[in-house]
């Protein structure tokens, strides 16, 4: 079973999207990742069979979903009992899909190559195109689709890139363009229609624009003039000339003598059939004709939110059965805000309405790592969920409400976070308490288990230790408390937890330190322009909150409180690193760098206590060292390349290695290898899918003494010893998972998982425990329970 799955959401508006029973999708590079935001329990799975990155997920009902890609796929997923599968799948367009949205049985898709699509979703899951509509060269940012009140007519509203809204209504089998919304001054990014409770309120339409405003349109059965000549007979439709008299007798407001905003109180106006309904075909259902008496509705401008300073990402409405409406935004600006109307009494008799910012969450004066990119309500209306620019999520929860909607308490609780790039390496504390990762998003991450009251654990990120201005490459555990890393620069950095962390992990229960681990500095930061974590004295400590929590930290926490500082640096490479590795005693450390000559191609070996080189860089390879490995005992440096071979280094008395052993059996590039905990043993693992078990003779000499042939490239290996009997974790190419067990004379296959959806990049087994940290390209990082 999966027991972790750490995964970021896309870097999309509409990359998310949330059931009724509160499971949120959401798009998580080429995946899609499940979770069930009521249980706390993190990602439960993620569905994999899209080729490119996708842009936006839609929940048809609770049992059906939609997801689109880069690549202009549209997908659909049935579920049956826990098992979500792909049912539907169609070349949608040319180029990438920017929007989704779903109402009933009727998507649209929005491309970049300027078309809506509007498509069918039948019984039988398949999905049919109906019509294709031309934009005129722009493309849709933003898709919307409801029902005109007291009517079965189907309203879609487009927001592109020429900054209008496109109203268009479907009359007859196909949609016709009714009207255009204007008045942002940037492109419109999202809309969310309020379909009313009550069937006498108008519908509403919000817009927002990156001009950092959120316009609301009111949508309403139109009432007609009275007629001027009472002399004239009434009649039962509007004439054009009555409604050209009307439109013209509407006038705009004109920008003022000093410029500003114009505010359009324009009615537009749209004509649909009264008996219309809701269907897909060229032939309408029985007892339906296509000819019918208009009904009239306008849309007019009706409220302007003036609060967010950067553009507005994402609108959604609190669901329906709230006391009032309630419409929630988020914006680049790291704010997230929830408006809602305000009784305005005048001295007439009549009572007009105002909107206000009546809760406001997130990043006071701004945040540079994005701001918010999305957002969702959750938990009918009592929770509310966003997502940033990093890919994670952050979660606010209604702990208390009042008789009014502004008497609401928020707090904020704990979501989900991860990688937003491919994870190239991870490494377990020497215990197992913790895990550590490092990824392309320049971030190393600390991930633990936390038990709940009823004894369950679940597992969080709870530190942050780097955040790196270069691609994280490598880090392994120099000790609990102190580990290295190597990213895509020349320079091998080590780190050491500060107060605050040990203070945290002790009581969260991760694990139990010294006291004198409990000496080092309270936290760090970075100094402006700088690259390295400086030790501070003082904590930082989030607005509101306590330094005495005992919660791991928020989103918004982790890349600036859970700082480690940086404790020392080493150089000697001349080209970027590439390959890190940590001693079984820990008091030595391997490294290599790109390379291209033999001259490059070395591993410098070094000791952890002076930081000083160990003997002579071990030569030999003459392209880049893949990967490097300490035998258990320290006695053997082993060492593959992408020269298809691999090295073996002993020890010597003055404390260098000197070579004992090479082997260039394997016919391509070797990317990973391992030794058994006991020292006798090692594995190869190489792109010719072999993986090759070598063992050393009475001749002294190496020997490969069983080969396992993989369906894939092999590119991650590692050995575990539990229950007496050994075991060998394979990773593949293809995001497969074998692991093979030993019976004493041959490897047999025990297990194959379909782990990830990417190529592999590390196994590790956690110590004293039958679970497998794995990471991938495809952008997330797993524990797998055997």
């Given amino acids: 079973m999966t027991a ?72 659909c997923w049935r579920r049956a009992g826990d098992q979500w599968t792909s049912t539907a799948k169609v070349d949608a367009h040319k180029q990438a899909i920017s929007s989704l949205c779903v109402h009933g049985e009727c998507l649209a898709t929005g491309s970049s190559d300027g078309t809506v699509k509007i498509w069918k979703f039948g019984a039988s899951d398949e999905l049919e195109e109906v019509q294709t509509l031309s934009l005129n060269g722009r493309y849709a940012l933003a898709l919307a689709m409801t029902i005109l009140p007291r009517s079965n007519v189907e309203l879609l509203a487009i927001a592109g890139t020429d900054k209008n809204i496109q109203i268009w209504t479907r009359s007859g089998a196909m949609f016709v363009r009714a009207a255009v919304l204007s008045g942002h001054e940037d492109w419109v990014r999202c809309l969310a229609f309020q379909n009313p409770p009550f069937t006498d309120e108008p519908l509403v339409l919000a817009s927002g624009s990156q001009d950092s405003t959120i316009r609301l349109w009111r949508i309403e059965a139109f009432t007609k003039f009275n007629n001027p000549n009472p ?30 905003r114009q505010i359009s109180l324009k009615h537009h106006i749209l004509t649909v059939k009264s008996n219309q309904a809701k269907y897909i075909s060229n032939i309408p259902p029985s007892g339906l004709s296509n000819v019918s008496s208009p009904l009239q509705y306008s849309i007019t401008f009706d409220a302007l939110l003036i609060g967010h300073e950067a553009g507005v990402t994402g609108l959604s409405w609190r669901p329906t059965g709230a006391r009032e409406p309630t419409l929630l935004s988020t ?132 530190s942050r230790p780097q955040v790196h201005g270069y691609d994280m490459l490598g880090v ?43 000496n080092g500095p309270v936290a760090a930061s970075v100094p402006p322009l700088g690259l390295s974590n400086k030790a501070v004295n003082e904590a930082v400590v989030p607005a509101g909150d306590s330094s005495n929590s005992t919660r791991p930290p928020f989103e918004g926490e982790l890349a600036s409180t859970t700082l480690w500082p940086e404790i020392e640096k080493i150089f000697g490479h001349g080209y970027e690193s590439m390959s890190l590795a940590v001693s079984g005693s820990r008091r030595l450390i391997a490294t290599a760098c790109k390379a291209s000559t033999a001259e490059h191609a070395v591993v410098r070996v070094y000791n952890t206590e002076n930081w000083q080189p160990v003997g002579d860089p071990l030569s030999g390879h003459t392209l880049t060292v893949t990967r490097i490995a300490f035998s258990p005992d320290d006695r053997f440096v082993l060492t593959v390349s992408r020269d298809r071979t691999w090295r073996l280094y002993e020890a010597q008395t003055n404390g260098g290695y000197l070579p004992v052993a090479a082997d260039k059996s394997h016919g391509r590039i070797i990317w990973d290898c ?112 055997f």
């Fill in 4 to 75: 972790y799955i750490s995964a970021s959401t896309n870097r999309h508006p509409h990359a998310a999207d949330i059931s009724s029973a509160s499971l949120v999708a959401f798009a998580s590079g080429t995946l899609v990742g499940l979770w069930n935001s009521p249980a706390d329990g993190g990602v439960s799975e993620t569905l994999a069979a899209h080729e490119g990155l996708i842009t936006c997920v839609r929940f048809l009902n609770d049992q059906i979903l939609a997801t689109a890609d880069d690549k202009g796929v549209l997908r």
């Fill in 231 to 260: 002399s004239d007979p009434p009649t039962d439709a509007l004439s054009d000339d009555l409604l050209d008299a009307f439109e013209a007798s509407l006038g705009d407001l004109a920008d003022a003598e000093e410029g500003g």
């Fill in 331 to 462: 914006s680049t600006d790291s704010s997230l805000i929830l408006w809602s109307p305000t009784a305005i009494r005048s001295s007439s008799e009549d009572n007009s309405t105002i909107w206000t910012s009546r809760q406001r969450f997130g990043d006071v004066g701004g945040q540079r790592l994005g701001g918010f990119v999305g957002g969702l309500w959750a938990g009918n209306g009592n929770e509310v969920l966003a997502w940033g620019w990093s890919g994670g999520w952050r979660r606010w929860r209604c702990t208390s409400t009042g008789e009014r909607q502004l008497d609401e308490t928020w707090r904020e609780v704990s979501a989900i976070t991860g990688h937003s790039g491919p994870v190239k390496s991870l490494d377990w504390s020497p215990d197992g308490a913790y895990l550590i990762s490092a990824g392309l998003d320049q971030t190393t991450r600390i991930h633990c288990p936390i038990r709940r009251p009823d004894g369950s654990c679940f597992w969080q990120e709870l």
């Fill in 476 to 518: 392994t555990f120099l000790g609990p408390l102190k580990f290295a890393s190597i990213a895509d620069e020349k320079v091998v950095r080590v780190f050491e937890a500060p107060r605050g962390f040990v203070d945290l992990a002790e009581k969260l229960g991760v694990a139990v330190f010294t006291e004198e681990q409990h």
């Fill in 674 to 785: 391992a030794w058994a905990a006991e020292g006798d043993i090692f594995a190869t693992a190489s792109r010719d899918k072999t993986v090759k078990i070598w063992q050393r003779g009475p001749d002294a000499k190496w020997t490969a003494v069983q080969v396992i042939r993989t369906a894939e490239a092999a590119t991650a290996v590692d050995f575990s010893s539990l229950d007496a009997k050994r075991h060998l974790a394979i990773g593949l190419e293809t995001g497969t998972i074998l692991v093979y067990s030993h019976d004493g004379t041959n490897w047999q296959l025990e297990h194959s998982r379909s782990g990830h959806a990417g190529h592999i990049h590390r196994l590790s087994w956690r110590p004293g425990f039958r679970e497998l940290g794995t990471c991938s390209e495809d952008g997330t990082m797993r524990i797998l329970r």
